[in-house]
């Protein structure tokens, strides 16, 4: 019996099968660490647990693996392919074969996931509403990140190549948080990467006392990282430049509406812009239309642009009629301190001269965006037109809405039922679509609302999502973001078109005449969002919901705007047409759930169904591991262990792909593989068990002492023979076991003889 063969097989092989674990641990610890550090830029907690089990399963998946034989080199190819299956089922949209593999259509459907977050990562702030396409980047990214920390710290054998996979991503929240990265989250990262270099280094020499050296390098590594959290820019504690601390940044790197909030709350106003008009008063500066709900965030739909040339004129107008007075007005512009993509004029705007820079116009709804460029330091002079229609044409509006603007009528399935529930109060009686918008108007302003920047945030309700203004709408507190957002939503759940506008008030005049009433300052006070309603025959119409904010305007008036009569329901004029709110499905894609147990169920579905198709995948690995194990515990004394081993040797060839007829003699058979593990500890371990077999084959049965050791010898010869085999015929023996078929059948049979 080759006693030597015991040091050099099995503490090995169950080493390694404990500093799996133990790595997979320190790496779990790991993600933790970045996910502590990623705090605060989605709100919520459902990307939290999106990121920590989606890694976590792979990683305990990647373990579990190489536990069961998968050699660890092979392993993070099947977390990839593991990472494409749970991507799939949450992300894939109907598309992946079996719900499981993605095919061409899921990897295009990805891509517009993709570019959605890139828009929604352009638009919004931090922290930013949990939309499906944040969720998918978490969990995406969960799923690469994973496999990065287990090849380098398990596959290639380099954890302290990891720090620069984390660092890489601890620069995000350095980057984008106003407060940048939170110090005690790189202390965690820290001790995490220090971690799992101890659990490396005890992996590889048990006993040694040398981890003295990861702690070292750990050390290191941590001062330095301090170091530079103290001293970087990005990872300063002050973050990446605040816009609150200097000039207006609207429509940049943030969600405007989230932008016009912190704006508001300025301790001291910043002065944006001044003007001059040829208008009798001062005028609404819009800067752009928010016209894409997804239920959690108004957004600027991104359509295709015209190129903006010197004087050229812009327009028409969509859906103004010739019946509407209008006026031509000019204004001049010079931006102070404020930097947007959007221009800020008198809408709508029908040309401008002026600008530096390269510019385009919306034809939707006429707003224009910069390309490359921003309104900082611009001076320019607008021509715009001041519309005038009257509350009888508003009343008789009606008739078929152009298409494109029927998706300002899309709600989310998730719309929180108070919304529509308040319209439908609001407006009883009212039997045009204009009385139910002056009816909605009105509802802000006589029923008790108050107009507050601070109440909404201290009760944890700001911003502009649905569930944001169902809040707003039981507390009856807020700011113009809260009083728009919620106007326009009723509006579409009556079927009217609306959108939300965003720009400034006029402002304060700086003195003048009756005729010219001077400049016009503008601040960050100023700032202001109102809802635009579309009447067919008349276009986009503004109104002015928000308490103690704004001008009422003259065609809402009591004096000019006198109730719709209620005796003539089947008149044209005072019925609003019946319209079919659309369900657009890249929107409805779009939109969010209305709570976090819903928002976080397809993540779990898709790891659960991925979790149910590996464990049937593995059944036979499985099965035939289990086969192993309790022949090995038979070994213990029993009579019958020289045939137990033979049968356990047998079946491992057959899996490997190699011959193992039955007819065969145990001398012959040994030979073979004697031949095969030649020069290996295997070798006279094999030796052993043939002696052992030709005794009991032969002999008196071999009972005691003479069993003692056989478990050893055979795990030995198990090894190398497994070692000789090469990779895929040791995956192809670990997933297709052929030895659990009758010897007889076509799949069963041998694919190779060995050497």
Not at 44 to 71: E, M, N, P, Q, Y
Request: aromatic share 6%; with cysteine; net charge neutral.
């Amino acid at each position: 019996m080759a006693s030597e063969s015991v040091p050099l097989a099995v503490p090995r092989t169950m080493r390694g099968r404990v500093g799996y674990w133990r790595l997979t641990g320190a790496m779990v610890l790991q993600m933790l660490a970045v996910s502590v550090a990623l705090v605060g830029l989605i709100q919520g907690a459902v990307w939290w647990f999106a990121l920590i089990l989606t890694s976590a399963f792979l990683l305990v998946a990647g373990a579990g693996l190489r536990t069961l034989g998968v050699h660890r080199g092979i392993v993070p190819l099947l977390e990839l392919v593991l990472g494409a299956m749970i991507m799939t089922a949450v992300f894939g949209g109907g598309t992946g074969l079996l719900g499981l593999l993605p095919t061409p259509a899921t990897f295009a459907h990805w891509w517009q996931l993709l570019q959605q977050a890139m828009l929604s990562i352009y638009q919004q702030g931090t922290p930013a509403e949990s939309l499906p396409e944040f969720l998918f980047l978490v969990v995406g990214g969960a799923c690469l990140i994973a496999v990065v920390l287990d090849t380098l710290a398990v596959a290639v054998r380099a954890p302290a190549f990891t720090a620069v996979g984390v660092g890489a991503v601890l620069v995000v929240p350095g980057a984008l948080l106003g407060d940048g990265l939170d110090p005690s989250a790189l202390a965690l990262s820290a001790i995490a990467y220090l971690w799992l270099l101890r659990a490396d280094v005890r992996t590889r020499r048990p006993g040694s006392p040398r981890p003295g050296a990861a702690l070292a390098v750990g050390a290191s590594a941590t001062t330095v990282a301090l170091l530079l959290a103290g001293t970087a820019p990005g990872f300063d504690r002050g973050g990446a430049a605040s816009f609150t601390a200097g000039g207006i940044n609207i429509g940049g790197t943030v969600t405007p509406l989230i932008d016009l909030g912190k704006d508001l709350r300025r301790p001291t106003a910043v002065r944006a812009l001044t003007y001059t008009t040829t208008a009798p008063t001062g005028q609404y500066l819009k800067l752009a239309s928010l016209d894409q709900f997804t239920g959690s965030v108004w957004m600027h739909r991104e359509r295709d642009t015209k190129r903006l040339a010197e004087g050229t004129p812009i327009g028409p107008v969509a859906g103004l009629s010739a019946e509407v007075p209008t006026t031509k007005i000019s204004t001049t512009v010079t931006i102070d301190n404020m930097q947007s993509r959007w221009l800020p004029v008198p809408a709508p705007v029908q040309s401008v001269k002026g600008l530096s820079g390269t510019w385009s116009w919306d034809p939707d709804d006429l707003t224009i965006g910069g390309i490359n460029t921003t309104t900082q330091g611009q001076d320019y002079t607008a021509t715009s037109l001041l519309l005038q229609p009257t509350a009888d044409q508003l009343k008789a509006a009606g008739g078929v809405v152009p298409e494109d603007v029927q998706r300002d009528l899309f709600l989310p399935p998730s719309l929180p039922a108070i919304i529509q529930k308040t319209a439908l109060a609001a407006t009883e009686g009212a039997t045009s679509e204009y009385a139910q918008a002056v009816a909605l108007q009105d509802y802000f302003r006589d029923n008790g609302f108050v107009y507050s920047t601070q109440t909404p945030l201290k009760q944890g309700y700001d911003g502009d999502g649905a569930r944001v203004i169902a809040a707003f709408l039981e507390a009856k507190s807020g700011y113009c973001v809260h009083f728009a957002s919620a106007m326009a939503l009723m509006a579409r759940s009556l079927g009217i078109p609306s959108r939300v506008a965003e720009g400034y008030l006029p402002g304060a005049s700086g003195g003048g005449t009756a005729n010219n009433p001077g400049e016009y300052t503008v601040t960050s006070d100023d700032l202001h969002a109102w809802p635009e309603l579309y009447f067919a025959g008349v276009g986009w119409v503004p109104f002015e919901p928000t308490v103690g904010r704004g001008t009422i305007p003259s065609y809402t008036r009591p004096d000019t705007a006198a109730a719709a009569p209620t005796s003539a329901p089947n008149s044209s004029a005072t019925t609003a047409p019946k319209r079919v709110v659309p369900t657009d499905p890249a929107q409805i894609a779009g939109a969010t759930a209305a709570t976090t147990p819903s928002a976080l169920q397809p993540l779990l579905s898709g790891i659960a169904i991925a979790v149910l198709v590996i464990a049937v995948l593995l059944i036979p690995a499985i099965v035939r591991r289990v086969r192993r194990r309790h022949r090995l515990r038979r070994l213990s004394g029993a009579p019958e262990g020289a045939v137990v081993v033979w049968d356990e040797l047998r079946d491992t060839v057959r899996d490997l792909g190699w011959d193992a007829p039955a007819t065969e003699t145990p001398r012959a058979f040994a030979a073979r593989l004697a031949d095969e593990i030649a020069g290996t500890p295997g070798e006279q371990a094999l030796l052993s068990l043939l002696a052992v077999r030709e005794r009991d084959a032969y002999g008196p049965p071999v009972r005691g002492a003479a069993v003692v050791g056989l478990a050893e010898d055979l795990v030995c010869v198990l090894d190398a023979l497994e070692s000789r085999a090469g990779r895929a015929r040791r995956l192809r023996a670990l997933l297709l076991p052929v030895s659990l078929l009758p010897a007889g059948w076509p799949i069963a049979a041998s694919t190779g003889t060995a050497a």
